[in-house]
T-cell receptor, first 112, second 113 residues
């Protein structure tokens, strides 16, 4: 699974868009980009995933660059409840290892 | 739809004892994953069970073991507990090995004294 690089922390004002970047320059053609988040002392929560097209769901949007070497998770209107550690994970869709490899993630602090 | 459940919520043991943690996956999910989240070490993959078989294990000693029952629930056993086993143990499930969206439970906080 390709390695990812994320900034350790970010701040965002409540009600504004939060844009969380992720670099994955060694991503290979069959690998997807997944985003999870972990609110303090809870289990991680799946947010969104994509291969090469931009994706949107009720929680967030995922923008993947054309060369697929980086992506951005966008929370369009951040709330205080979005304060969490956000993990960007790259892996093949039908991985035969089963595991998700979590890096250190980005701690997003949403401020009033 | 009920989520992944884990029990107990908290567990306190002493060094050398054994701990048993339990996980019930979402109904219809056949794969169960175990992760350890120790302070300062992040989330580490422990074990993967699918259809009752162990499919993969992480870089943990053999005293970490588990099993999956016919109803797809799972147990994680940690023998000869050490102080550094203190951590949040998270269980996740998904529908099948091809589905990468893992749904996590709330975790069991294990404290080894």
């Amino acid at each position: 699974d390709a390695k990812t690089t994320q900034p350790p922390s970010m701040d965002c004002a409540e009600g504004r868009a939060a844009n969380l970047p992720c670099n994955h320059s060694t991503i290979s053609g069959n690998e997807y980009v997944y985003w999870y988040r972990q609110i303090h002392s809870q289990g991680p929560q799946y947010i969104i995933h994509g291969l090469k097209n931009n994706e949107t769901n009720e929680m967030a949007s995922l923008i993947i660059t054309e060369d697929r070497k980086s992506s951005t998770l966008i929370l369009p209107h951040a709330t205080l409840r979005d304060t969490a550690v956000y993990y960007c994970i790259v892996r093949a869709h039908s991985s035969n290892t089963g595991k998700l490899i979590f890096g250190q993630g980005t701690t997003l602090q949403v401020k009033p | 739809e009920a989520g992944v459940t884990q029990s107990p919520t908290h567990l306190i043991k002493t060094r050398g004892q054994q701990a048993t943690l339990r996980c019930s996956p979402i109904s219809g999910h056949t794969s169960v994953y175990w992760y350890q989240q120790a302070l300062g070490l992040g989330l580490q993959f422990l074990l993967w069970y699918d259809e009752g078989e162990e499919r993969n294990r992480g870089n943990f000693p053999p005293r970490f073991s588990g099993r999956q029952f016919p109803n797809y629930s799972s147990e994680l056993n940690v023998n000869a507990l050490e102080l550094e086993d203190s951590a949040l143990y998270l269980c996740a499930s998904n529908r099948d090995r091809a589905n990468n969206e893992q749904f996590f439970g709330p975790g069991t906080r294990l404290t080894v004294l």
